[in-house]
T-cell receptor, first 114, second 116 residues
Framework: AQSVTQLGSHVSVSEGALVLLRCNYS??????LFWYVQYPNQGLQLLLK??????LVKGINGFEAEFKKSETSFHLTKPSAHMSDAAEYFC????????????FGRGTQLTVWP | GAGVSQTPSNKVTEKGKYVELRCDPI?????LYWYRQSLGQGPEFLIY????????DSGLPNDRFFAVRPEGSVSTLKIQRTERGDSAVYLC??????????????FGPGTRLTVL
């Protein structure tokens, strides 16, 4: 079975500050890991994904995430927040016996203050 | 190119009615997924198709929910005898071949269903 925990349903940062959104997962096999972003009234958009290989993954809009197997984590970071980063972020895990389907966390709403 | 489209964008119905939600995937995508997103929650898997067949329908909550994809492209999610608890945003996604789930799923904007 697979599951995802996102710590903090709301995160607020000032513009220019570091963004850190936390994601921990449980998986019985090496997972595929994803971060999606959802802007108001829009569909989910993929930010980045980890499948195999390099554990530090770079995505769009300056985001990156690091797969840490020992910590079962896949935290999302961005060095400097921009106002346009305000959105809801979802971590998701896939693979194992549940080919294709993704398990999503509950989401983290990111607010960026000017 | 066109992304995943879903119609209608909003649907308001009365308790007990039947509704159909439509999804047009990205052309050439063989895998199609339905998820449901309730307020304050992440998307919850319902069903996915590989081609015309439902490869996994274990997420459908009960037998009031049914989905089809007769020609391997457009899919329709059907809900009978709707209940207030069915109110949610229904998301559709598509991807290229399953490949063990490593491929990106492209999501549509969703259909917001409200059952009064």
């Amino acid at each position: 079975a697979q599951s995802v925990t996102q710590l903090g349903s709301h995160v607020s940062v000032s513009e220019g500050a570091l963004v850190l959104l936390r994601c921990n997962y449980s998986s019985s096999v090496p997972p595929y890991l994803f971060w999606y972003v959802q802007y108001p009234n829009q569909g989910l958009q993929l930010l980045l994904k980890y499948t195999t290989g390099a554990t530090l993954v770079k995505g769009i809009n300056g985001f990156e995430a690091e797969f840490k197997k020992s910590e079962t984590s896949f935290h999302l970071t961005k060095p400097s927040a921009h106002m346009s980063d305000a959105a809801e972020y979802f971590c998701a895990v896939g693979r194992g016996s549940t080919l294709g389907r993704l398990y999503f966390g509950r989401g983290t709403q990111l607010t960026v203050w000017p | 190119g066109a992304g995943v489209s879903q119609t209608p964008s909003n649907k308001v119905t009365e308790k007990g009615k039947y509704v159909e939600l439509r999804c047009d995937p990205i052309s050439g995508h063989t895998a199609l997924y339905w998820y449901r997103q309730s307020l304050g929650q992440g998307p919850e898997f319902l069903i996915y198709f590989q081609g015309t067949g439902a490869a996994d329908d274990s997420g459908l909550p009960n037998d009031r929910f049914f989905a089809v994809r007769p020609e391997g492209s457009v899919s329709t999610l059907k809900i009978q005898r709707t209940e207030r608890g069915d109110s949610a945003v229904y998301l559709c996604a598509s991807s290229t071949e399953l490949a063990g789930g490593r491929n990106e799923q492209f999501f549509g904007p969703g259909t917001r269903l409200t059952v009064l």
